[in-house]
Every structure is written in C-alpha cells, then in structure tokens.
C-alpha cells in the first residue's frame, strides 16, 4: 500500500509570507502527527490531529497551525514565515491514537529567504 | 515530560564490525522507546520498538535494542555493520498518544 505522501517536497518562501504543507496519510489511518527538524534543535514535536481535531500540541507559536480533513489528510500552515522557520517538515501517520506504530513521509523541505 | 539522551553525536566504525549506540530516556510511567534510521534528505524508517514484554526486542535489518529499565536505557545494537547502514539513528520515546520526543540523534559513518 502506499505510503505517507508529503506534498511539496520543496518549498522556497520570502520573510512575512505564509505557505500550507500536505500530508495524505496511509490509507486507513487516522491519525497525523507533524515534526519540525532543525539541525540545532532536531525533531521537534509540533501537534497531532485525530479525528479533524487537534489533541496534542508542541510548543511552537501560534504561527504554526493544522487541520485533517474527513478524509484524514492534514494540511500545516505557518504564517509570517521567519528565517528560522527553515526546516525538514515530517509528517507521520499512525493507524489510531495511541498506535504503536508512526509511518513518516519523505518531508517538505522549507527555505525561508 | 518525557526526554531522551543520545550521548554520542558521531560513530564511526569499520564495517563488518558491531555497533552500539546509546540511548537514555525520562519518562515517569513505562515508556513507548523506538528507533528510527533517517538517511539524508529522507523521513524516518522505524528500525524496532518496545512496548512491555521481552526487554530484548529484534527489529530490521539485523538490529536489536534491549530496554532496561534500572538504567533507563535503550540501546541499539547490530553484531555486523553494513556500508549501508552509515545514516542518523534516533531513539525516541513516546507516551502512547503518538506526541513522540526525539533524541537529538547519531550520525553513524562506516569505514570501509
């Protein structure tokens, strides 16, 4: 079966702009999990949607927002793009909350310039 | 809050030889640990993970992790290392509602 599908894989922005990530899921999973990794902070958690709604929450800014559709795809959005926004965005999909088990797409790539 | 600690930011080995890499986690309750291999510019392959159960745990490509609890350790492991296994491993643990933390991870190079 396919995958989790993170759509773009790379994404060029400018300071002050805003963008919005995809994340298709495994089919048949409903659960979303998104992480930021940096090279000086690493893989951070940033929320986990279930069910189109938000459960958990990391500690980013409120720049940083979700949501899933019924169809449990997800979309990220961050506003107000900053420098240190650049990252590897991963998405991760499990089959329900408290699975054992997370499946990470290839990730989105941002450049903030 | 749950926290993991890699302690080694770079391994080398020769390959064909064995590897170990440390992991040390703080967690209240027992935790959800796993591993995961990252090579460059790609998401995340889960190697292996321990949930309760047999504290020596056998994962893919010829790993192996032992939990221990008195230690608060999970440490990796793989008796021959493969070129192919040169990537960034991070252990991770988790408290079952998919909000994973990460360690910061281990680059593993293979010297031929």
């Known amino acids: 079966k396919a995958g989790v599908t993170q759509t773009p894989r790379y994404l060029i922005k400018t300071r002050g702009q805003q963008v919005t990530l995809s994340c298709s899921p495994i089919?048949?999973?409903?659960?979303v999990s998104w992480y930021q990794q940096t090279p000086g902070q690493g893989l951070q958690f940033l929320f986990e949607?279930?069910?189109?709604?938000?459960?958990n929450k990391g500690n980013f800014p409120g720049r940083f927002s979700g949501r899933q559709f019924s169809n449990s795809r997800s979309e990220m959005n961050v506003s107000t793009l900053e420098l240190g926004d650049s990252a590897l965005y991963l998405c991760?999909?499990?089959?329900?909350?408290?699975?054992?088990?997370?499946?990470f797409g290839q990730g989105t790539r941002l450049t903030v310039v | 809050a749950q926290s993991v600690t890699q302690p080694d930011i770079h391994i080398t080995v020769s390959e064909g030889a064995s590897l170990e890499l440390r992991c040390n986690y703080s967690?209240?309750?027992?935790?959800?640990l796993f591993w995961y291999v990252q090579s460059p510019g790609q998401g995340l392959q889960l190697l292996l993970k321990?949930?309760?159960?047999?504290?020596l745990v056998q994962g893919i490509k010829g790993f192996e992790a032992e939990f221990k609890r008195s230690q608060s350790s999970f440490n990796l492991r793989k008796p021959s290392v493969h070129w192919s296994d040169a990537a960034e491993y991070f252990c991770?643990?988790?408290?079952?509602?998919?909000?994973?933390?990460f360690g910061a991870g281990t680059r593993l190079t293979v010297k031929p």
């Open positions: 321990y949930f309760s159960g047999d504290t």
């Open positions: 949607y279930f069910s189109e709604t938000q459960r």
């Open positions: 967690y209240g309750a027992t935790p959800y």
């Open positions: 991770a643990v988790g408290d079952g509602n998919n909000d994973m933390r």
């Open positions: 991760a999909s499990s089959l329900e909350r408290g699975a054992t088990e997370a499946f």
């Open positions: 089919s048949g999973h409903r659960s």
